[in-house]
């Protein structure tokens, strides 16, 4: 299944106004600095594209949990990184 289909994915937009790059805009600065406390990262950044195998989208919202995302956050590290670190090599 997709992270779609489990519901812990889905695509986020600035509601009624028109981006020419959303990641320049104050919305998305302000949503990339709050995500985190609520559990929620951004799924692709462009700085991984070389570790997720996806190009960037920055509107695609992960939930993950405050302290997976908190970790992702201090450790500038994404989700596949966090999943083979913390989660698989615990196995």
Same mark, same amino acid.
């Given at each position: 299944? %997709? !992270?779609?289909?489990?519901? @812990? *994915?889905?695509? $986020?937009?600035? +509601? =009624?106004?028109? &981006?020419?790059?959303?990641?320049? %805009? !104050?919305?998305?600065?302000? @949503? *990339?600095?709050? $995500?985190?406390? +609520? =559990?929620?990262? &951004?799924?692709?950044?462009?700085?991984? !594209?070389s570790i997720t195998g996806f190009n960037a989208s920055p509107w695609?919202?992960?939930?993950?949990?405050?302290?997976?995302?908190?970790?992702?956050?201090?450790?500038?590290?994404?989700?596949?990184?966090?999943?083979?670190?913390?989660?698989?090599?615990?196995?």
């Open positions: 299944h %997709s !992270e779609y289909q489990t519901g @812990l *994915t889905f695509d $986020l937009s600035i +509601y =009624g106004k028109e &981006v020419d790059n959303p990641i320049e %805009s !104050e919305e998305y600065q302000w @949503l *990339t600095r709050t $995500l985190r406390s +609520y =559990g929620f990262i &951004v799924r692709y950044t462009e700085d991984k !594209e695609r919202i992960r939930y993950v949990g405050v302290d997976a995302a908190e970790t992702m956050y201090n450790e500038d590290i994404c989700f596949d990184e966090y999943y083979a670190y913390f989660v698989k090599g615990k196995n």
